[in-house]
Structures are given as C-alpha cells and as structure tokens.
C-alpha cells in the first residue's frame, strides 16, 4: 500500500515563503520520480514542479526561480520551498509518485493561501 501526505500549508502575505512536505508511506521510496502540482479554485491542476529518483528536476515557467524542490531519501519525503508567493500561487497542491512499474498515486493535497 502506497500512501502520500502532504503539510507544510497555510496563509501567508504576497512575498513571503513556505515550504511544503510531500511523505511517501510504502515501499516505492519517492517512486521513479515526484511531481507537485497545484489546483487553483475553478482552474486545473497544473504542474509545478519534479524531482526524478536520481535528483534531476524541472520547473513549470510560472514557479521557476521561486520555488525549488528536493528530497531526502532516506525519509521518503520531498519538499517544495517556496519563496516569493504571490496571489496566483494560491491553491491546493498536491504530490504525485509514480511507482516503477507505473501506477500513480497522489496525495490529498494541502491548501496554500497567499494574500495580497
């Protein structure tokens, strides 16, 4: 049984930061690689963010150079620190493993709300 849980969200004012935690419970480690992604109210999900088991990453356009996303492997858990929010960044982001032999499983999410 594989199972993610994210924390780490909350409100916070236009320039601040937060870091986000996504823990993965279950065998699979971080998976062969984990996503964030974020769904705004009335929006889509949309990607955030990466990190393969072998460290590479990449961004989406809009989070580039503002939130970076790591891991810590021995903990199963990978972050999203987020600096510079700002109003779009507000959503509910959630974590995504992809297992080896290619299931997915998400997270329940964690909301991120940031004021103006």
């Known amino acids: 049984q594989v199972q993610l849980v994210e924390s780490g969200g909350g409100s916070v004012q236009a320039g601040g930061s937060l870091r986000l935690s996504c823990v993965v419970y279950g065998s699979i480690g971080i998976g062969s690689y984990l996503d964030w992604y974020r769904q705004a109210s009335g929006k889509e999900r949309e990607f955030v963010a990466q990190i393969t088991r072998s460290g590479r990453t990449k961004y989406a356009d809009s989070v580039n150079n503002r939130f970076t996303i790591s891991k810590d492997s021995a903990k199963n858990t990978v972050y999203l620190q987020m600096n510079r929010l700002n109003p779009e960044d507000t959503a509910v982001y959630y974590c995504?493993?992809?297992?080896?032999?290619?299931?997915?499983?998400w997270g329940p999410g964690t909301q991120v709300t940031v004021s103006s």
């Open positions: 995504k493993s992809a297992a080896p032999w290619g299931s997915e499983y």
